[in-house]
């Protein structure tokens, strides 16, 4: 049996509600349950992974948004896309984490096609 | 294999970017093979009003007007297919001349359907 397969779209920034970290423990455990995960960050989320993240009382979400993607190489696999206008539009193109890729709608096309399901979390 | 997918704006245009850029967002699933509808619910429904005009004031000063969400759902209209649902376009006191060309309306009953048909439903 193939793998499961689920594209997590996110539009919000992280840090002003919660909408970001529900959307972390939501991959984790999809993770933990063997499932291939696609992020498709979009609008504001595309902040989520700007790298030097330092907040004071919250818990670095780049790190741990990163920690997943990075250790998605091996399976489960954890792909993710930032929309390039939308990280055009804020300046943070160049200042993704490492395993973000740069990328488009048509992308999340193709994953919403390929994947069992597609969620937005906003 | 192609999806159903539906798009649920219940974000006004302007206020936040939600419905602006949820539209190229049905039209590049339309073009990755799926089929997609975008559906205007709640406040989104205003988004449907023709002879929609912006511009925060002189181009000078902001270099480029803000695009309209009027434009942005004509220029895919082949494309995607655009429905509202009827309750709260009544709620909101649009009229039915007032609607931008080949955006139909939709019933509660219809858009309960249209959701258990689809495979996906993203809410914005």
């Known amino acids: ?122 | 294999m192609g999806k159903k997918v539906n798009i649920i704006i219940t974000q006004p245009p302007y206020g936040k970017e939600d419905a602006y850029s949820a539209i190229p967002m049905a039209a590049s699933q339309v073009a990755a093979g799926n089929e997609a509808s975008l559906i205007f619910v709640s406040g989104g429904v205003h988004s449907i009003v023709s002879g929609q005009k912006t511009g925060y004031g002189d181009l000078a000063v902001w270099f480029k007007d803000v695009p309209t969400v009027e434009g942005e759902i004509i220029k895919n209209i082949e494309l995607v297919s655009f429905f509202a649902l009827d309750r709260d376009i009544a709620k909101r006191g649009i009229n039915d001349n007032e609607i931008i060309d080949r955006i139909k309306k939709i019933s509660l009953e219809e858009l309960t359907d249209k959701i258990l048909e689809a495979d996906v439903n993203l809410v914005f």
């Open chain 1, 1 to 122: 049996m193939t793998e499961k397969q689920l594209t997590i779209v996110s539009i919000n920034g992280p840090y002003r509600d919660e909408g970001v970290f529900t959307m972390i423990r939501l991959a984790h455990a999809a993770k933990e349950k063997g499932i291939t995960l696609n992020f498709f960050n979009y609008l504001d989320a595309t902040v989520i992974a700007h790298r030097d993240q330092a907040p004071k009382e919250f818990p670095p979400i780049e790190t741990i948004f990163g920690n997943i993607v990075k250790k998605g190489l091996k399976k489960p696999k954890a792909d993710a896309i930032a929309c390039i206008k939308c990280t055009d539009a804020r300046g943070v193109t160049k200042y993704q984490t490492e395993g973000v890729i740069i990328g488009g709608l048509y992308d999340l096309g193709e994953w919403t096609a390929e994947s069992d399901k597609t969620i937005l979390i906003g």
